[in-house]
């Protein structure tokens, strides 16, 4: 073989390497890096880290928006417990401090006036007055007891609520509510033993 015939062949070889070579590179640079993966919430866990501590379970399912609604509620009702409490406590004592008998425990004084500004009458001697004033002030330990135990209830109430709102949440977090919903409706020819002929309707319910 001559000398300009095997540097013809290595020429091409060498062109066809070369080819190759950035064929490979021109390839590697079409690959794309790796997406991250889309968030997929866990109802377990967002109802554990619900029932941890309110709101967490929001955070979880990335509705952040809801967070001051959580706290709002709770805030709203722990205001009304102490609200009720604080009342409750007062005309307790003042009831107690009405009926012992002992002069220097006096802290009924300004619950009765607040009571009955009008009437009231320092020191409280007749017998109508004392019974209309011990049924004022129980009356006021009943009504506050009982909002506040119901504060209470609303407290627990509202947790569940934050809890079952953030199970909710992430159990439909990625259910599919986009409008790729269609309902055809066709006829399917059937034959019918012994004519050959039928007719029959199709439901196909594509999403």
């Known amino acids: 073989m001559k000398a300009y015939q095997k ?6 070889l060498i062109l ?23 968030f997929r ?18 955070i979880y399912n990335r509705k952040y928006w809801k967070i001051p609604f959580v ?3 709770f805030g709203g009702i722990g ?3 102490g609200y009720n409490s604080k009342w409750y406590n007062t005309f307790l004592k003042a009831y107690q401090d009405f009926t012992d008998g002992i002069p220097e425990t006096n802290s009924y004084e300004e619950i ?14 007749d017998a109508e007055a004392i019974a209309y004033y011990k049924e004022a002030m129980l009356r006021r330990v009943d009504y506050h007891r009982k ?25 439909l977090f990625n259910y599919d509510i986009s409008d790729n919903l ?26």
């Open 79 to 81: 205001y009304a417990v």
């Open 41 to 58: 919430a866990d109802p377990q866990r967002a109802t554990m880290l619900a029932l941890t501590f309110p709101g967490f379970g929001q």
């Open 7 to 12: 540097i013809t062949i290595m020429s091409l």
């Open 147 to 171: 909002y506040r135990d119901l504060s209470y209830i609303g407290v627990a109430l509202w947790y569940i609520v934050t809890v079952l709102d953030a199970n909710v949440d992430a159990s």
């Open 16 to 38: 066809l390497c070369f080819q190759q070579n950035m064929t490979a590179q021109d390839s590697l640079s079409l690959v794309k890096p790796p997406q991250k993966p889309l």
């Open 182 to 207: 269609d309902v055809a409706v066709v006829p399917v020819q059937m034959p019918l033993s012994g004519t050959g002929v039928g007719l029959n309707i199709s439901m196909i319910i594509t999403f």
């Open 71 to 73: 706290y709002a509620g």
């Open 112 to 125: 009765l006036y607040f009571v009955d500004p009008e009437s009231y009458d320092d020191p409280v001697e």
